[in-house]
């Protein structure tokens, strides 16, 4: 039977740090869907399609990063329905501090009393631990260089897209 998990995330933009959870999340699991979602707490700066679109780019650039993985996006229902549909029993969820345990806590309790989902948590690389997606969106919009802390194909994009 092979394991299959989702890597969930809004991805907006997709950052380094999440590049390395999805890398590490493919070497332990034998399909690893990595899922672009709607997180109605929070505005997006990229629509659905372009997040998946970015993050295709991203995971095609990076020769590190196993063939295993599917990208997707799910923007209407629960998370726990997109993992039946597929047969995935496993979430993966990158996380870089105590607050991030905290908020995940209740879903991780939810999702495992839904549809007996567990989550595994991973933490990112020190050096990506202190980079979040809301904070690349900020350092771009003020015309600060985000090359550090995301893909070459996501530099690319908010380059083009920023503002003159």
């Not at 993050?55 to 726990?80: C, F, H, K, R």
Request: aromatic content about 4%; proline content about 7%; overall charge negative.
């Amino acid at each position: 039977m092979s394991s299959i998990a989702v890597v969930p995330g809004s991805f907006d933009p997709v950052t380094l740090g999440h590049l390395d959870v999805i890398r590490r999340a493919a070497a332990i699991f034998d399909e690893v869907h990595v899922l672009v979602v709607h997180n109605p707490g929070k505005t997006a700066m990229l629509p659905i399609s372009e997040r998946a679109n970015l993050l295709q780019q991203a995971i095609d650039e990076d020769p590190t990063i196993p063939s295993n993985i599917t990208i997707a996006s799910w923007s209407v229902g629960l998370l726990v329905d997109y993992c039946t549909e597929v047969g995935a029993t496993v979430l993966v969820k990158g996380i870089r501090s105590q607050i991030d345990i905290a908020y995940e806590t209740p879903m991780v309790l939810m999702n495992r009393s839904l549809a007996n989902v567990e989550t595994v948590f991973l933490l990112p690389e020190p050096g990506h631990a202190h980079v979040s997606s809301s904070l690349v969106r900020q350092v771009a919009s003020l015309g600060g260089d985000v090359s550090d802390y995301v893909p070459t194909a996501v530099a690319r994009y908010l380059e083009t897209t920023r503002p003159a």
